[in-house]
């Protein structure tokens, strides 16, 4: 399977350079000239050791050891996310030669992420952290499920949030440490977020997005003290009287605005009464199955039979219940359930709503997540 | 405030032992005759470096340094959780000295945690990790709110874990790495997992709890098609065709057997139409909000005005909505909303329900979240 690796990148590939400790790696890459020449002495310090057991154990870096143990092959795609630090990108820049070098074809590609560095943690969270996300989220846009999140090399306290990176953007983790020679692997987590509760202030998060902050003032105005406790953790002051966005929220914003992976069912007043009133009495039929499983793969023309002025009728299968909905960002809003055995087989001619009008009669949708 | 500091312990104290390299020091404790006594030579080779910036910074161990940064004082406790390595006890002795010298009074433990170390993965996921989470969680149940969770020493593949406990447990994380000196925090994040989801097994993890693995036939039999890919992170495989809890697993199973901190509250279809038919049209109350109130604050003497028979009529201060509920775990059920001024004083009376015999009547109860 094609694999996409998003690595956070170390000072692990320095480590055949005799005795050079890591805080006179900076130093040591400006007496080379620079980035591009230090970066080649690195190479020629590894580019002998092939990757195998032994050389990994003592002489290779973090990044590739655990490269190797994830099974990249040249079809791979690496991507090597540096500090912004001169020892970090020349490390990078080592690694992608030495990739390229064993696995002929490889596409690797190396990013220095602005605001990554261990000096300063205000620059660290409100710019490292944010663009290392930003590059990540990028990668994952476009290699999805293929996507291995690699926390291997590079700093520890980039760790939680490509931990945090994982889960909202449901993409696994997998690392290991240089002592160990196996493979941790940290599943994406079926954990979620109060979708509901988040859009309360969606348009302020746009906008602190927008302006890069808003003052304290502003949010204390707008953000109502009951809803304080949930939306704190998502921002974060600067030093100025001034409120930006935390990893976490600009995470949080980022799933809001993308087209929802998974939809969330809610159930109109009439479905409701449809559901447990008709059809889950009946043998064999289970609605809410259905719908979850509709929810997981979205509408598609397996699923959707009529389609007219945004709505949709469900067919599952050889069954005759129907499923009137339509869908609302992240929502999936069911209007109707009808069995065709009842209604007739111009069921989508007899049974019309009218979304804009009609919306009122069939309100409140309430979630499909119920108790009996 | 009083704070309890769940600290990871790594190797860090050792660092003015002049030209032992980490991977070494097992060897040296060996040599001094065991862990007591490495320990206190240990303690010796920075036991006079006060903690001032400076040493801080060169001297002292990375749990100290963010020990400092967080803010302890006498009243703190620290909980050390050290690798079974005895290199990694006899640091946690020598830090637990130091700290007991320097903030006479302190409550600081160390305990070494079976399993926990980088030689072996398995070993690591199954027993290290699942160990470290049961004592940080015996932790917490004792000091809640007032727990910190601190990284910043020990295994950077134990950092997933502190965060996934972290978001949770509710608690937040600090940590600090050595080449800087301002600290990190991970907020606890608004996250959640679907609890009605995971109620469907619960009584399959528990007997994996019980028994530490079940077969892998028995797995593939009990969960279905369907819900094997929400549950599959839950759980991880042994060697022998056995499947256990996974690290998340143990949080989940954990997190459903302990009274609920929040409850989620489920509203009866006639709830439904007293809230949207009735109250909410009222000028100034909100059932919604309330309810939420309810939910994070728990039942009490506050908001529980008469109770009888396992029901709770609620009354929100001096406003005449009424609110007819029960719990069943995490869930707080609402079967009636009314109000006093249309019932009368006597509603309690007037308004009975049999929540054994009637449950029919008022189910489904759906969860309060909707869209109108």
Redesign the interface.
């Known amino acids: 399977m094609f694999k996409s690796v998003i690595c956070s990148v170390g000072t692990s590939a320095a480590k055949n350079l005799s005795g050079i400790p890591p805080?006179a790696l900076e130093n040591w890459v400006l007496e080379q000239g620079g980035i591009d020449t230090a970066s080649e002495v690195m190479f020629n310090s590894f580019k002998d050791k092939e990757p195998s057991d032994e050389n990994l154990a003592r002489y290779l870096s973090a990044e590739i050891h655990s490269l190797v143990r994830i099974g990249i092959d040249k079809g791979s795609r690496i991507l090597l996310l540096a500090s912004e630090t001169i020892d970090g990108q020349a490390c990078a820049l080592a690694l992608k030669k030495y990739l390229e070098s064993y696995w002929k074809g490889i596409d690797v590609q190396t990013k220095k992420i602005e605001g990554l560095q261990?000096?300063?943690?205000?620059r660290?969270?409100q710019q490292g952290v944010i663009n290392f996300i930003k590059e990540a989220i990028a990668e994952i846009d476009c290699h999805g499920n293929n996507v291995i999140l690699n926390?291997t090399g590079g700093?520890?306290?980039l760790?939680?949030y490509m931990?945090?990176l994982g889960?909202i953007k449901s993409v696994k983790?997998n690392?290991i440490?240089e002592?160990?020679t196996?493979?941790?692997e940290?599943?994406?987590?079926?954990?979620?977020?109060?979708r509901?509760?988040f859009e309360v202030h969606k348009e302020l998060f746009e906008q602190i997005e927008r302006d890069s902050s808003i003052s304290k003032q502003d949010w204390g105005d707008k953000v109502s003290y009951?809803d304080r406790s949930?939306f704190?953790?998502?921002v974060e002051e600067m030093g100025d009287n001034q409120i930006t966005l935390?990893a976490?929220g600009f995470l949080f914003l980022e799933a809001m605005q993308k087209p929802a992976k998974k939809l969330v069912s809610?159930?109109s007043?009439q479905a409701?009464k449809d559901c447990?009133e008709n059809i889950a009495t009946l043998d064999n039929r289970d609605p809410f199955?259905y719908l979850?499983?509709v929810s997981k793969s979205g509408l598609n023309e397996d699923n959707v039979h009529i389609h007219t002025d945004g709505l949709y009728w469900l067919k599952p299968g050889r069954t005759t219940d129907r499923y009137l909905v339509s869908t609302?960002d992240w929502?999936l809003?069911v209007w109707r359930v009808i069995r065709e055995d009842q209604v007739g087989k111009d069921y989508s001619t007899k049974i019309k709503v009218d979304p804009a009008k009609e919306r009122n009669e069939y309100?409140?949708?309430?979630?499909m997540?119920?108790?009996?």
């Open positions: 805080s261990v000096q300063n943690a205000d660290f969270r926390p700093y520890k306290a760790v939680p931990v945090l889960m983790c690392y440490f002592r160990s196996s493979l941790l940290l599943p994406p987590l079926p954990i979620e977020f109060d509901n509760q009951e949930w704190e953790p998502l935390s976490a809610y159930l007043k409701i447990f199955r979850n499983q609302e929502r809003l309100a409140p949708f309430m979630r997540d119920f108790v009996t």
